[in-house]
């Protein structure tokens, strides 16, 4: 199927789906008997608030998405030959993120599937690492801190946040490069005679993403956490539960919405992470983001790297699906 | 040793672990900063030094690259803003049955990699801006501003979403009552209402697009911002500019939280001390009255 007419019809399916709300809207109005748009908001208001919604949803989120969605269904061609006969839809690029070419089916891309589902493993467990080290701060500062000292500790927590987060990841690299001070006190201490390869074994870059989102998991059960009635937890007590009944039974499930959120956050920020991975990956370290980036920038194939991010984005929809389904809440629970 | 002594130390324990963790690789990145070494280490320390922070200064590269992230930040709040407040107060009036698609719709850039929206922005305006003959639009600045707006009106739409749930519904009306057009309603009656709220979206719009990497790092096409450079410079080779930077954004946000929280007491004893003129007053008044009974 030729592309270029198709591509067309791709963007007009957004102003398809408002002009029917758009329809159906004035329709029930025109029945149940109200004010328009327009004359509750008078017109120059109403004007400014219609374009910037319509440019802000269709130009800048959903149109884009749509382009480099249509884009991973096409070939790699020189640029005189777009929308001419070799501009078909194809499965190909899909094709080599699987088996290693556009063609060929007989090998797995065991590099690019590997980093894949490394990368996957190895977010889910940042998360519950960054869980586990955050829930017991968010818990203090929520319920057992006095408020001068929980104004001192978000101001302790924030302060890290304010350098860049390259220049974090940079800050691991001084601690484990092998002439950094981790090894230097380790040989001092005479736990170990060689300097480990930290960076070569990828526990710098693991270390890094865990240290990376640690106030984006913070902030989300704190906030959960704060409005939790103290009264609760002091019943709790009385009826005689012990502390570890109390947070399985009474506070974590008030802390849900808190928790998914921040799960999901850190969850989506470290498996599309591209600068810890860049700084402190070694040359054999494998994490899918910066795979996407060189499908760009090294292998300059913009619809391979399209489909690469398209996979991407799926994985993390489907991440986010899931935490939702299992939780039981609702989007707008979680983005709060 | 009672529970509660456990408890304490434990926490005390705790808490030591957790802020050594998050502030120990700044401290020793900070400690290279002054380190002669031209490599950034911290043993051996052969020399205490301040030429880094100098470099700092005479650095091309770094310096334009943060005149870019500057302006790029400025734009993207006097962007992101609005259309944060247009989300917000569209939210509220949409037609009841596509609130829940708008919802998922304008959140989801929030919940999107950055580097997805870097890649998407770039291919959809390269091929709109050929398309339209506006070629001049396709460059990095104007890119990285569209993406990064895209997540950060979002941000901007949760502020303004809060702040408007305790807005009192009868005050536009009255002011409708009384005579006033929709535009004196909206500049005279929700803005002031809504001001601390677009302060706090449009501080946190500018630190969200200036520390922002792997959207930028797509969208700013063959331009540089601060972001970029420090990432091909940690890639290249490492120098300990790079630890006197750290070191000089610390100390400035650090004199700058001071300076923020000396003015905000400063501000709190002028008005305890205005409360306390004011309550001395009335007791000498009421004194007065009470006394000749």
């Known amino acids: 199927m030729r592309s270029a007419g198709a591509h067309y019809l791709l963007m007009l399916l957004p102003l398809a789906v408002v002009a029917a709300f758009w329809a159906m809207a004035s329709l029930e109005r025109r029945r149940d008997g109200g004010v328009s748009f327009t004359q509750r908001n008078g017109a120059a208001i109403a004007t400014y608030l219609v374009v910037a919604v319509g440019l802000w949803s269709l130009f800048m989120i959903v149109l884009p998405q749509l382009s480099m969605i249509e884009l991973s269904f096409r070939p790699k061609l020189p640029t005189a030959q777009i929308g001419g006969p070799r501009d078909v839809y194809t499965l190909q690029n899909y094709r080599y993120f699987l088996f290693g070419s556009t063609t060929d089916t007989s090998h797995w891309n065991s590099?690019?599937?590997?980093a894949f589902f490394l990368t996957i493993f190895a977010s889910i467990l940042v998360t519950a690492f960054d869980l586990a080290l955050c829930y017991p701060l968010a818990f203090y500062m929520a319920q057992a801190a006095r408020p001068r000292r929980v104004r001192l500790l978000l101001l302790?927590?924030?302060?890290?946040?304010?350098?860049?987060?390259?220049?974090?990841?940079?800050?691991?690299?001084?601690i484990f490069a092998t002439g950094g001070v981790l090894n230097a006190v380790l040989t001092g201490l005479g736990l170990i005679g060689q300097p480990i390869d930290f960076l070569g074994l990828d526990i710098g870059m693991y270390a890094g993403l865990s240290y990376a989102y640690l106030l984006l998991m913070v902030f989300p059960l704190y906030n959960a956490l704060e409005s939790l009635p103290a009264s609760q937890i002091e019943a709790a007590r009385d009826l005689g539960a012990p502390w570890w009944h109390i947070h399985l039974n009474v506070v974590i499930p008030f802390a849900k919405p808190g928790i998914a959120s921040g799960c999901t956050l850190v969850f989506m920020l470290t498996s599309g992470a591209l600068a810890a991975p860049l700084v402190l990956g070694g040359p054999r370290s494998l994490w899918f983001t910066p795979i996407v980036y060189d499908r760009f920038y090294q292998a300059f194939n913009w619809p391979q790297g399209s489909a690469y991010a398209f996979i991407l984005l799926l994985t993390c929809v489907a991440f986010v699906l899931a935490v939702l389904r299992l939780t039981k809440l609702s989007l707008g629970e979680i983005t709060r | 040793m009672t529970a509660r002594t456990v408890i304490k130390l434990s926490t005390a324990l705790y808490m030591a672990v957790f802020f050594g963790f998050l502030f120990g690789p700044l401290v020793v990145m900070g400690i290279t900063a002054f380190n002669t070494s031209s490599y950034p280490q911290v043993t051996p320390f052969e020399g205490f030094t301040l030429g880094w922070f100098a470099a700092l200064a005479d650095d091309d590269e770094l310096l334009y690259g943060l005149g870019n992230s500057l302006r790029i930040g400025v734009f993207v709040v006097l962007l992101a803003v609005p259309l944060g407040l247009a989300g917000a107060l569209v939210m509220q009036q949409i037609y009841a049955r596509a609130r829940s698609l708008y919802y998922l719709i304008v959140v989801s850039p929030v919940l999107t990699p950055g580097v997805i929206i870097g890649i998407s922005t770039v291919i959809f305006w390269r091929d709109l801006t050929?398309?339209?003959?506006?070629r001049f639009l396709y460059n990095g600045v104007v890119l990285t501003v569209l993406g990064q707006s895209s997540f950060i009106s979002a941000y901007c739409m949760l502020i303004f979403l809060a702040r408007l749930q305790r807005f009192d519904r009868s005050l536009p009306e009255a002011g409708l009552d009384l005579g006033a057009s929709h535009q004196q309603v909206f500049f005279h009656i929700l803005l002031p209402f809504l001001r601390p709220a677009i302060l706090s979206a449009a501080v946190m719009a500018f630190l969200s697009s200036f520390e922002n990497y792997n959207t930028t790092t797509f969208a700013i096409l063959a331009d540089k911002t601060l972001t970029t450079v420090l990432a091909g410079r940690v890639r290249q080779g490492t120098s300990p500019t790079l630890s006197a930077l750290a070191v000089a954004i610390v100390a400035l946000t650090v004199a700058g939280a001071v300076a923020f929280e000396v003015?905000?007491?400063?501000?709190d004893r002028h008005r305890a001390a205005g409360h306390a003129a004011a309550a001395a007053a009335e007791r000498r008044e009421l004194a007065q009255v009470v006394r000749p009974a």
Request: aromatic content about 12%.
């Open chain 2, 130 to 134: 050929g398309l339209t003959g506006t």
């Open chain 1, 156 to 174: 302790l927590l924030i302060a890290p946040y304010w350098v860049n987060e390259v220049l974090r990841a940079f800050a691991f690299r001084v």
């Open chain 1, 111 to 114: 590099i690019h599937i590997h």
């Open chain 2, 263 to 267: 003015l905000k007491r400063r501000e």
